[in-house]
């Protein structure tokens, strides 16, 4: 059964910092995996998915990168801003299961 | 831009009813999924949809719930004789393809008392 692991669980920035959100995962059979944001009371919202034939993703400020084999997953922030503040989610799909998730990183960006 | 609306954003029931939570999806989309998140736990998957029919379910998705694709815009999840423990945020998703990334739904509180 495939389980999702994130660390750290709760993360603490200055504005302006480089950060890394890290996802293992202990099937490395998936199909792809995707990092998600959580505002409080709020919905996911859909920031990257890598393809399991992938070895990276970028969009913007935001860089997740694979690798399948070690079961790993790392979603890196540039210049991050107090508006990052959010949970980050990790989930990946694989087997009957369209998406299996971690429980996130609470990441706080302080001004 | 397209997204996922879920009504009601907030359903408060008495332990024993019924309960029917909607979604509509994005209009071009062919895969539609719910998930739900207890309170301090993980998003969990219930079910995935696809072509009128249920595509895969996982263990929480027992008798007591089933979903259907009444019109060609709604999708809806059912929950026959709810339960304290059904307490959740339930979270409508939905994708263009299987392998494509999932939109969701701001979701809908459902409190039990």
């Known amino acids: 059964k495939q389980e999702v692991t994130q660390i750290p669980a709760a993360l603490s920035v200055p504005e302006g910092e480089n950060l890394v959100l890290n996802c293992s995962f202990t099937?490395?059979?998936?199909?792809?995996l995707q990092w998600f944001r959580q505002d409080p009371g709020k919905g996911l919202t859909s920031l990257l998915l890598i393809q399991s034939s992938q070895r990276e993703q970028t969009s913007g400020r935001l860089n997740a990168s694979l690798d399948k084999s070690s079961g790993r997953s790392t979603l890196y922030i540039a210049a991050s801003q107090p508006g990052d503040s959010a949970t980050y989610l990790c989930a990946v799909s694989s087997g009957n299961t369209p998406l299996v998730f971690g429980k996130g990183t609470r990441l706080s960006v302080i001004a | 831009e397209p997204e996922v609306t879920q009504t009601p954003s907030h359903q408060v029931t008495q332990m024993g009813q019924e309960v029917i939570l909607r979604c509509v999806p994005i209009s071009n989309h062919l895969y539609f999924y719910w998930y739900r998140q207890i309170l301090g736990q993980k998003v969990e998957f219930l079910v995935s949809?696809?072509?009128?029919?249920?595509?895969?379910k996982s263990e929480i998705f027992d008798d007591q719930f089933s979903v259907e694709r009444p019109d060609g815009s709604n999708f809806t999840l059912k929950i026959r004789s709810t339960k304290l423990e059904d307490s959740a945020m339930y979270f409508c998703?939905?994708?263009?393809?299987?392998?494509?990334?999932?939109?969701f739904g701001d979701g809908t509180r459902l409190s039990i008392l």
């Open positions: 099937d490395s059979a998936i199909y792809n």
């Open positions: 998703a939905s994708s263009i393809d299987r392998d494509q990334p999932q939109h």
């Open positions: 949809f696809y072509n009128n029919e249920i595509s895969e």
